[in-house]
């Protein structure tokens, strides 16, 4: 099974072809709930572990390097 997204050092890359300088990605909790403020910035309240992809709605956990896809 081929990947569905990339890790290239600190940059992502989803298979949607968004990158964080395009659509980008959000802080969020496992089921993709939302956990970023107005400004896109993380909340207290997240992990630090998943990435929500603002095209696709992919949550990536970027700890154990896989994906999961929510309704968006």
Sequence with gaps: MSPVFVFNKDWLICYCGNEPHMSGFYACDK????????????????????Y????CAL???MKK???RRVSA
């Design 65 to 67: 390097k896989t994906t």
């Design 59 to 61: 949550v990536i956990n």
């Design 52 to 55: 929500y992809c603002a095209d």
């Design 31 to 50: 089921d993709g709930n939302k956990q970023h403020d107005e400004l896109g910035s993380p909340t207290d309240d997240w992990s630090g572990t998943h």
